[in-house]
């Protein structure tokens, strides 16, 4: 009822000729809590085509759900004047945030100097929803040049929202893109948005939202509609099963247009439009062949991995960028698996990501930046990172990988404690110290053993070994008078004989005799260390034989004891031949001893 | 310079100018001639200025294999020398597989008394100091004076230290150390490319060889082990 005053305000001011009118209006005083009130602010007049947006009051109590606005233009001529209306609405969705009376103060309108406002208006507010005012249909018609009766057009098949899925089979995570596009052959007035579409089991990225009503001409089934694309949302299943897109609604009226001059007012019908529910398939994604590193990407996505900066001074961390771009379902894409490096501490990540609209597909990026702390200096590897995806294109899992990155970390150690940074000096870098200089002869170093060098431990052995015989050879004299008189025995026998000799060769037999035989009896007690000087012959015999000397050898050496003996005593003569034989044959047999 | 130059240098110069031309190249940034020279003259000569200049070389060629390699067979020669060691410190440090087994203290100063002096130079010491060591025992010996026992006490211990040190380098020298050249060799629980995959090793890390087997080798390093291609390795000495 409001909206038929609301015209014929209109109508009244056009008629006044007024230069602009400025007006608000709600399409009802009475509503619930949950119901939605249009706030309509019209501008018209002549020439308003650059009229600024109404300010609007404050709005505290209310929801702003949204706004729209339409034009319209409309030529009247009245007593042969032929006048040019613009009408400009500005419509405004809102919801009421209380129950109880509420007030839409004065809206304001600026326009060429003139400031011109609304009257405020009060709106009841219940509780729950109050049950929208019943269709238009018995209302009296205020028109009192209402013509007969006229076929009004149906509603149904010329009236419709559509809702259209570009695919009804998908895999989870694929993207399903779905067009709310409202054909209609009928005029509309005061389209509002009754319920949004639920996307349950659906992560939803908003393609388009229309902000205005653009008509297009389209043709379906021989007929010739406007169509306006209202909304396109891009869905990606997060579970597989059949998944149900609830309808969404618009509430509006058709305006059947006056048929004759005279009819003043457009005759209006409420109407409640509905999309069809949508029922789509979701497949899970196969379990054959799906990859460890599968991180939930579906689509086609590249990845990439950057060090900033490109090495660590003084233990400060580097930062890791794995950036996965590509289109598909971006933002679902989980943190790649960052394999343990040795010598380094990852850090939990930052996830940025931005998506972007990209010929109906969700295309972007999603960035996880990784802090490395570096724990040692030295050059770090920083492996290849791979992801998997499943690209329903070829339904395949695909796995892309980074390149392997390297940075050199310096000063890791000193970050607690650095000698270096307490004198003021700062660590750069640190690089291999630098070559050797020029030389003017390059000795060739051989680690050859030269011969001598192995001969030195053998002789050195040789001459310790003739130093231990040597001083055993000593300790022996010392302490053994036998041993000592044994050593001696040969040199002092050749020292008798040799005396022995000197006497034969003098001719002095007595002596020579003597001499011989103290040469026997010196050797003899030598050898065995026994007193043989001061021994009888009887006493000598025992002796040698307890010394173990052979019965023949005493005999023999007794027997040539007796002969001296003979001779000295005797005095007889004995021939020189014998006496040199005598020598010879004692000689000999010493040595025999 | 061309292979025909280098050629020709090779043919005229002497080791050592043919080293001063490699310094040279080096200095340029030619650090690819720089190695085909330093090569060629450590074909025929040992010189532990050559090897460190080789690793140098090496490493600014990215190959830290070959350069760890060099620097180890200098530190042979000249295990006293500051750039040797600080060198295969940072490239310990640099090279991607690190050790991570911490190395006792005492062991350390232990390990590092005896690489004080070099292989020839313990050789030397030893051989002499057990001359003296010896000598003066005999004299002792012989002449009973006790001079000639407080000595040999002395050059005993230099005898003992240096023949210890002697010991040490010729058991590195013949215990098959490698190191590995190749950017990455995957090691395999066996003697072929069939074996399961057990370790990724890179460039740089310094293996012990245990056994060869085939173009396969069975390496040990501290921290792991495997069978890989014997190509990917090379031996120290």
């Not at chain 1, 001719?507 to 040469?519: C, G, V």
Request: net charge positive.
């Amino acid at each position: 009822m409001k909206r038929n005053i609301f015209g014929l305000l209109l109508m009244l001011s056009v008629l006044f000729g007024a230069e602009i009118n400025f007006t608000a209006a709600v399409d009802r005083t009475q509503v619930g809590i949950d119901d939605q009130i249009q706030l309509t602010v019209s501008v018209s007049g002549q020439d308003i085509g650059r009229v600024p947006n109404p300010e609007l009051p404050d709005l505290t109590d209310f929801d702003q759900l949204g706004s729209t606005s339409s034009q319209s233009t409309s030529i009247s001529i009245i007593n042969g004047r032929m006048s040019q209306q613009q009408t400009i609405s500005f419509i405004y969705f809102l919801r009421p945030k209380r129950t109880g009376t509420l007030t839409i103060g004065p809206c304001k309108l600026n326009f060429k100097g003139q400031t011109y406002s609304t009257e405020p208006i009060t709106i009841q507010v219940e509780k729950g929803s109050v049950q929208k005012p019943p269709a238009s249909g018995g209302q009296p018609r205020i028109s009192p040049f209402q013509p007969p009766t006229q076929e009004a057009v149906p509603i149904e098949g010329n009236l419709m929202l559509v809702a259209s899925p570009d695919k009804r089979t998908v895999y989870k995570g694929e993207q399903v893109t779905v067009d709310f596009t409202l054909y209609t052959r009928l005029q509309l007035g005061n389209l509002s948005l009754d319920k949004l579409p639920n996307f349950s089991g659906f992560w939803v990225e908003k393609i388009y939202d229309a902000r205005e009503l653009n008509f297009t001409e389209r043709v379906i089934n021989g007929k010739r509609y406007s169509a306006c694309l209202l909304k396109k949302v891009a869905l990606f299943p997060m579970q597989a099963g059949e998944l149900t897109i609830e309808p969404m609604s618009l509430t509006g009226t058709v305006i059947r247009p006056a048929r004759s001059f005279f009819d003043f007012f457009d005759e209006t019908e409420p109407v409640k439009i509905q999309s069809q529910s949508i029922k789509i398939n979701v497949l899970p994604l196969p379990e054959t062949g799906k990859p460890v590193d599968f991180t939930g990407g579906v689509g086609e996505f590249n990845i990439k991995a950057s060090l900033t900066p490109d090495s660590s001074v003084n233990g400060e961390p580097v930062n890791l960028t794995i950036k996965i771009s590509g289109t598909g379902n971006i933002k679902l894409i989980d943190k790649p698996n960052l394999p343990p490096i040795t010598g380094i501490k990852i850090l939990d990540p930052e996830v940025n990501d931005k998506t972007s609209i990209e010929g109906g597909r969700i295309s972007g990026y999603k960035e996880f930046k990784y802090p490395l702390l570096p724990e040692r200096d030295g050059r770090h590897e920083v492996p290849s990172i791979k992801i998997s995806y499943f690209d329903p294109k070829d339904k395949s899992y695909h796995t892309i990988g980074t390149e392997k990155l390297v940075f050199t970390a310096t000063g890791t150690q000193k970050i607690v404690s650095s000698p270096l940074t307490e004198t003021g000096i700062k660590v750069l870098g640190t690089d291999i110290h630098h070559i050797k200089p020029n030389l003017t002869l390059l000795k060739s170093q051989s680690d050859q053993t030269p011969l001598w060098l192995v001969i030195i431990y053998p002789l050195s052995i040789v001459f310790l070994l003739v130093a231990v015989f040597y001083r055993q050879h000593k300790n022996r004299l010392e302490k053994d008078v036998g041993y000592a008189r044994r050593l001696r025995s040969g040199r002092m026998m050749k020292k008798r004989f040799s005396e022995a000799s000197k006497f034969l060769a003098q001719k002095n037999e007595k002596e020579f005799y003597a001499a011989l035989a103290r040469a026997i009896f010196g050797y003899v007690g030598d050898r065995f260390n026994i007193q043989a000087m001061a021994m009888t012959k009887e006493e000598l015999k025992d002796e040698l034989a307890k010394k173990g000397l052979s019965e023949d050898r005493v005999s023999q050496l007794l027997k040539i004891i007796e002969t001296c003996e003979q001779a000295r005593f005797a005095k007889a003569m004995v021939a020189d031949v014998n006496c040199q034989n005598l020598l010879r044959e004692t000689k000999e047999l010493l040595s025999r001893l | 310079m061309n292979l025909i130059g280098l050629i020709l240098v090779v043919i005229n110069l002497s080791p050592c100018e043919l080293y001063n031309q490699a310094n040279q190249a080096y200095e340029q940034e030619d650090y690819a001639q720089a190695i085909e020279i330093y090569e060629q003259v450590s074909k025929t000569t040992r010189n532990s200025c050559l090897y460190y200049n080789l690793g140098n070389a090496y490493f600014k060629s990215g190959k830290i294999g070959k350069a760890l390699l060099n620097y180890h067979r200098a530190r042979f020669l000249a295990p006293r020398d500051r750039d040797i060691n600080a060198n295969i410190q940072f490239l310990r440090n640099y090279r991607i597989d690190k050790n991570l087994t911490i190395e006792n203290p005492i062991i350390k100063i232990i390990a590092n008394l005896f690489h004080l002096i070099s292989f020839r130079e313990a050789m030397f010491l030893s051989a002499i100091s057990f001359l003296v060591t010896i000598i003066l025992i005999g004299f002792f010996l012989i002449f009973v004076k006790r001079i000639f026992l407080y000595i040999p006490i002395f050059t005993g211990i230099i005898f003992l230290y240096s023949f210890i040190t002697w010991q040490v380098w010729r058991g590195e020298r013949n215990s098959a150390r490698a190191v590995i050249v190749v950017p990455e060799v995957t090691l395999r629980s066996g003697p072929g490319q069939d074996y399961k995959d057990i370790l990724l090793a890179h460039d740089g890390l310094e293996v012990k060889i245990i056994e060869s087997r085939g173009e396969y080798s069975l390496v040990q390093f501290p921290g792991g082990g495997g069978w890989l291609e014997t190509q990917a390795i090379e031996k120290i000495f």
